[in-house]
């Protein structure tokens, strides 16, 4: 089966995602890995064969997050990136 995850932040660090993500591998699940970028990092990278597909953000995306459950435009912003997924 494909897995996609959804991480909004920069991958790795992050060992809960990792570890949940290598246990669905091991089952023999392939795993997409939504994530976003702040860097110049690679946009796409396999790392412990989970499949990483990073999304550039910014730091006015950062802090809508802080309000994703009272105004909904961070919402709006995500799902145009999690869609390409």
Known sequence: MKIG????APFPPDPRVENEAVSLIKAGHEVFLFCLKYADEKASDTINGIQVKRYSSNTFEYKLSAL???I???SVIMQKKIVNL
Do not use: R
């Open 72 to 74: 909904p435009l961070y």
């Open 5 to 8: 995850m959804i991480l909004d």
């Open 68 to 70: 994703a459950y009272t």
